[in-house]
């Protein structure tokens, strides 16, 4: 929580950072590429908080939205205040397009430390890249000695409606498509190979139940010796999650915290475990030994 957190105040000090440059070098922006920097700029922002906020509250969808589409006409707003009120409102668009891209995708990856610290890289990499092309517009305008401060140029009214089309679109797609995106998948770990615990004769394996369902989904043991299992229900999953499996003989509410299970004489084969109704499942895969 405290590196979702951290991350996030990173994200809004370097898109300060990026606003204050705007207002401060505003006269030496008023042209097309000036412009797409800008919003591209906005664009970037907001779907790194998208994805910085799906991850810290836990893929819960509204709340994420809410945050992101705040930060998204915040932004927008104080990036094209210094011309044209359009700008304002292609700023916002912008920032919505990003918002979208941003929760999905924050939704569709895994939380885990490592994800977060790689959009953080991600979110570094790509605004030092347009700041790059922002402050070759500044010396090209500069070079030709052009310091006026006021916008030139007439109106067009093109951007905004692709980008109005481009948020209707995307929300449209989302809200249709809405059950059909798979929640915390990209980055979850598949598998793993469960300890040995010499003193005790025992192969034990923790298993992680989130929001994003069971971590890793599936555990290999060995045949012929005693499993400990210990189903670790993270605090903000929910409570009253029921675990069941046909194949193991268990039908029980897991509590918050460690949930230990005992699994005598395992024998070869497959074993499956859901959550509930069965929309997150996870398996025991059990082999001979050589």
């Known amino acids: ?67 992101s589409g705040l930060f998204a006409i915040a932004v927008g707003f104080l990036t094209g205040k210094p011309f044209r009120k359009l700008d304002v409102v292609n700023g916002i668009l912008s920032g919505f397009v990003g918002a979208i891209i941003g929760i999905v995708a924050g939704v569709m990856i895994f939380i885990s430390a490592s994800a977060i610290m790689i959009t953080d890289l991600g979110y570094i990499v790509c605004i030092y890249l347009l700041l790059s092309v922002f402050d070759r517009q500044i010396n090209k305008v500069q070079s030709q000695e052009i310091t006026s401060t006021k916008a030139v140029g007439q109106h067009s009214y093109i951007p905004t409606i692709f980008l109005a089309s481009v948020v209707c679109l995307m929300l449209g797609g989302v809200i249709v498509n809405s059950n ?84 005598d004489d395992p024998q070869p084969g497959k074993y499956e475990f859901m959550l509930g109704s069965g929309e997150y499942k996870g398996s025991f895969t059990v082999t001979q030994k050589k």
Not at 39 to 63: D, H, K, N
């Open 180 to 263: 059909n995106i798979v929640i915390g998948q990209i980055g979850q770990k598949q598998s793993q190979v469960t300890a040995m615990d010499e003193e005790n004769d025992l192969q034990v394996a923790i298993i992680d139940v989130t929001a994003a369902g069971f971590n890793p989904k599936n555990t290999e043991f060995k045949a012929n010796t005693m499993i400990k299992v210990i189903f670790n229900v993270n605090s903000n999953t929910g409570n009253g999650l029921k675990l069941v499996s046909k194949d193991l003989k268990i039908d029980m509410v897991l509590k918050n915290g460690k949930n230990s299970f005992l699994l």
């Open 1 to 67: 929580m405290l590196l979702s957190i951290g991350s996030l105040f990173i994200v809004l000090l370097i898109t300060g950072y990026c606003i204050v440059r705007i207002h401060r070098y505003k006269g030496f922006i008023t042209s097309a590429a000036g412009k797409l920097s800008s919003m591209s700029m906005v664009a970037l922002s907001s779907a790194f908080i998208g994805i910085l906020s799906a991850q810290t509250l836990e893929y819960q969808i509204v709340p994420s939205t809410v945050m």
